[in-house]
């Protein structure tokens, strides 16, 4: 099996890192005067750049998700983090991507801002990967397979003998997109991390940890993995106000882990009130905080929830999503209003 290091685009393996001013030194544990960075000295609270490693941040998350420091690499929100895989394994007009449609939308698009093919096998009907297409797909060039898990917007997880096999069999990076696992009773595949070199798995501060507005997304990979991002990351792609906000709210863990439960409670309980509408055929298990519903006609009815002054996301175009609508989970009042249009539209 190919190694990292026979991954890695040529120009990449050869690149030298920009070296940003406060590589070295922590402005907070030293007294000393720091005039190396052309900043304005007078204080108000950004006018330093930010820690270009975030240590304060991965501290709290290393403990939160017992995983080491060294292991973390953190991006202006997930996307940022799947451009820099991208970009630090695909050869422009040359390499391949292999995505499982329906999926994020992301990974083809920054494929194609990177001028790397994408290679699409989609989903079953269940919407589980069918492992001998995409290893009958790969080539030597297929350099990134894209595993939404729980997938965005089937809303179930991948079974785990599945993704394993292709972790073993498929012969490039394995990236496991776990933006929703905060929300799933399945394992997050970060305790496996050191049984497969090729493994990288993303998360984010977005969904379940409530930060989307903060852009903070984070890559869990191997030391070696993590030292080539380290290299092509912005310097300062992590600004002064997320880190602090970050580190504010991840100290409160327990905050966010009842807003979790009260997201599932409240999915549990849009589910249920959905069986009651008589155009939706269909409710899609979810180990997110959306749940994917069929309708008789997802446009009209998208339309329609439109004037009720209830914004949700049509996903009809969607391979194997023909007619169907995602639904976030919002607060009880959020989701009572949206029952309550797609009773009157009955
Ligand atoms: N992956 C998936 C599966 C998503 O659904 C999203 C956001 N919709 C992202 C990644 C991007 O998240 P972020 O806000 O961290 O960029």
Do not use: H
Not at 12 to 31: G, V
Not at 94 to 114: C, F, H, Q, R, S
Not at 151 to 174: C, H, Q
Request: net charge negative.
């Amino acid at each position: 099996m190919a190694t990292v290091q026979d991954l890695l685009r040529p120009s990449i393996k050869a690149l030298k890192a920009y070296s940003s001013a406060r590589d070295e030194f922590q402005e907070e544990t030293s007294d000393m005067v720091f005039i190396d960075a052309n900043e304005n000295p007078f204080n108000n609270g950004v006018n330093r750049y930010p820690d270009p490693q975030q240590n304060e941040v991965k501290d709290l998350l290393s403990e939160i998700k017992n995983v080491s420091k060294s292991n973390i690499l953190l991006g202006n929100g997930s996307d940022e983090v799947l451009d820099l895989l991208m970009r630090a394994f695909c050869e422009p007009n040359k390499d391949n991507i292999i995505i499982l449609p329906p999926t994020y939308g992301m990974y083809e698009v920054l494929a194609n801002l990177n001028a790397v093919e994408t290679r699409k096998v989609l989903l079953s009907e269940d919407f589980q990967p069918e492992g001998d297409q995409i290893l009958d797909v790969a080539d030597s060039n297929s350099k990134i397979l894209f595993l939404c898990s729980p997938n965005n917007p089937s809303g179930n997880s991948f079974k785990d003998y599945e993704v394993e096999a292709l972790l073993k069999k498929f012969g490039g990076i394995v990236v496991i997109d776990e933006a929703y696992i905060d929300f799933s009773n399945q394992d997050s595949w970060l305790d496996r991390l050191e049984e497969f070199p090729n493994l990288v798995i993303t998360q984010t501060l977005s969904k379940a940890y409530g930060m989307a507005g903060i852009r903070l997304g984070i890559c869990y990979a191997s030391q070696e993995i993590i030292k080539v991002l380290n290299t092509i990351k912005p310097p300062y792609n992590i600004n002064v106000l997320t880190q602090n906000k970050a580190v504010e709210l991840l100290k409160q863990t327990d905050v966010i882990s009842d807003e979790i439960d009260s997201i599932l409670i409240e999915r549990s309980r849009l589910m249920s009130d959905l069986k009651s509408i008589s155009y939706v055929s269909k409710i899609y298990p979810s180990d997110t905080n959306f749940v994917l519903v069929k309708v008789d006609d997802a446009t009209t009815r998208y339309n329609q929830l439109i004037k009720e002054g209830v914004v949700v996301r049509n996903r009809t175009t969607q391979p194997l999503c023909e007619n169907c609508l995602r639904l976030t989970v919002g607060t009880p009042l959020e989701n009572k209003m949206l029952i309550t249009a797609l009773t009157k539209l009955q």
